[in-house]
């Protein structure tokens, strides 16, 4: 079979690792792709926003499947534009994917259909919103309504911090139209966790639950950024809250979805909150997460291409789906500044390989000798997969200080809240 796998960063360096494992796949092209994801995909320099070319790039090179991995293309139908011309593909399609692309779209979804989250208020007027900070005490949550690159949501511990969010999305329109429509609700307490789920509109299956750490600097301290790691699994997420989960959120949403006239048929994402009064959601992706699926796809026994195809051809409650029992943590590498400004072009050289570790290639190109040079905010995603979480923690360190990268930081209590829950 010949693959293609939409998007350029961690996430999809994962997907790709995973589905070379299927003897069937002949060829893996990457668009965009980058400098790491190079060494086990053909990388294509289109990029994932450009669906004509995308589409153009299918047909040509004769793709039998596509995996479409970030939320942009899925927002603007990339799955549609691929179906038309014959090319099955993993997400979900322009109307099902208005789950992530619009905040008030799955607001408005969980009030209907009784899926519990946080109070909120919708608001397309900046001076009707910054009335309703004044007189709402803190803490409150902004959101962007639209696509923000993961950026759109600001926790505001205080009324000052609220107004200038408000006037960040609806004046300064730092987010551009994805701000012109906001919403502000109640600030939930709780232990978060993600569960990324299989679904092909009636069947979904949870994969292993995670723990992002979303914050850039240690003690969760700092401004939040795309995750700067992830464990997995999360140890918050006992079997009576799964089941609670798959009762009252998880099924509730698939089947509201399909009422809505919107099957939504590939990976969707819950970010969970575990208040005092039970579980609740605090925002739907309509795609794998970045960094969670990076802890995910390597505790995954069961092969990632099957269950894909299973779900775009409505059989998934026949498909195996499963996930060993071991634990698995990932420490990303940034660029030094990151989230804010950063330096490009320094030089990255990977370790060798070692049995039960694996690094993913975010923000990196190749330069003109082949070398490996950062590009971005987040570079790598040092992963190491053991019996316990404990062991693998320590090893994703003790693997992420063998990588050369002199223009990097982490984080260096990835994984710590965990295993305090654990009491380890």
Do not use: W
Request: proline share 6%; hydrophobic share 40%.
């Amino acid at each position: 079979m010949r693959i293609m796998v939409v998007g350029g960063g961690g996430r999809e360096h994962a997907i790709i690792k995973a589905l070379r494992k299927n003897p069937s796949v002949e060829e893996i092209y990457c668009l965009p792709g980058n400098g790491g994801i190079a060494a086990d995909a053909r990388c294509v320099p289109i990029g994932a926003k450009n669906i004509p070319a995308i589409v153009g790039f299918a047909r040509e090179a004769k793709i039998d499947y596509a995996v479409v991995a970030p939320d942009d293309p899925l927002a603007l139908g990339c799955v549609d534009a691929l179906a038309e011309i014959g090319v099955p593909a993993f997400g979900p399609d322009k109307k099902a994917a208005v789950i992530e692309a619009s905040k008030v779209f799955s607001k408005d979804l969980m009030k209907k259909y009784g899926i519990p989250t946080a109070a909120y208020e919708v608001f397309t007027d900046a001076a009707a919103a910054l009335e309703y900070v004044k007189n709402t005490p803190a803490p409150l949550v902004v959101k962007a309504d639209g696509l923000a690159l993961g950026k759109g949501v600001t926790v505001c511990m205080d009324r000052q911090t609220a107004v200038e969010a408000v006037k960040a999305c609806m004046e300064d329109m730092v987010f551009g139209d994805s701000g012109s429509r906001i919403v502000i609700e109640e600030f939930l307490e709780g232990p978060e966790v993600s569960v990324l789920s299989f679904t092909d509109g009636e069947t979904v299956v949870p994969m292993v639950s995670s723990m992002d750490h979303k914050r850039a600097h240690d003690g969760d301290t700092g401004p939040n950024t795309g995750g700067m790691g992830t464990v997995a699994p999360n140890p918050y997420y006992t079997p009576a809250i799964a089941a609670e989960c798959m009762e009252k959120i998880f099924l509730p949403t698939i089947r509201a979805m399909k009422a809505e006239g919107r099957p939504f048929r590939g990976c969707l994402y819950f970010g969970l909150m575990l208040t005092k009064n039970g579980p609740k959601v605090i925002e739907y992706n309509c795609r794998f997460g970045d960094p969670e699926t990076q802890v995910v796809l390597p505790l995954m026994e069961s092969d990632l291409l099957t269950v894909m195809q299973a779900v775009t051809e409505g059989r998934l409650k026949d498909a195996e789906v499963k996930f060993s029992d071991k634990s698995a943590c990932c420490v990303v590498l940034a660029s030094k500044g990151y989230p804010g400004s950063y330096a490009k072009g320094c030089p990255i050289t990977l370790p060798e390989a070692e049995k039960n570790r694996d690094i993913y290639v975010a923000g990196a190109a190749l330069d003109e000798n082949g070398e490996l040079k950062s590009s971005g905010g987040r570079v790598l995603g040092v992963v190491a997969v053991e019996d316990t979480l404990l062991d693998a923690v320590r090893g994703a360190y003790e693997y992420a200080e063998k990588v050369d990268f002199a223009g990097g930081f982490k984080r260096s209590d990835i994984g710590a809240r965990a295993l305090r829950a654990k009491g380890e």
